[in-house]
Nanobody, 125 residues
Framework: QVRLAESGGGLVQAGGSLRLSCAAS????????MGWFRQAPGKEREFVAA????????YYADSVKGRFTISRDNAKNTVYLQMNSLKPEDTALYYC??????????????????WGQGTQVTVSS
């Protein structure tokens, strides 16, 4: 069982920055790929960014590339999402997710098996 707890959301003006954190339980966090997803009201949940267990590999949605950075600290069992140059269209509930069944160090886009409760990000224009 893996528990994920997001924090760091809030209200920010367009052009501002936020840093989301996701703390994970589990003794083998260093073997989990981690991802961030978001869901805006009335829309499907969408992929934002993901990072492999070693942090050597990352992948971003086109909509956030160059503005968001995913990172992880395996010693702290935590993954981060640094969000800069925020836009009103970034407003959403942001979830972190873990993929725990991997046997190789790569970035999965699907089949995450554990999810957090989400943290709200609201960007005002």
């Amino acid at each position: 069982q893996v528990r994920l707890a997001e924090s760091g959301g809030g209200l920010v003006q367009a052009g501002g920055s936020l840093r989301l954190s996701c703390a994970a339980s589990g003794r083998t966090f260093s073997k989990y790929a981690m991802g961030w997803f978001r869901q805006a009201p009335g829309k499907e949940r969408e992929f934002v960014a993901a990072i492999s267990w070693s942090a050597l590999n990352t992948y971003y949605a086109d909509s956030v590339k160059g503005r968001f950075t995913i990172s992880r600290d395996n010693a702290k069992n935590t993954v981060y999402l640094q969000m800069n140059s925020l836009k009103p269209e970034d407003t959403a509930l942001y979830y972190c997710a873990a993929r725990t069944d991997l046997s190789a160090d790569y970035v999965p886009l699907y089949d995450y098996d554990y999810w957090g409760q989400g943290t709200q990000v609201t960007v005002s224009s």
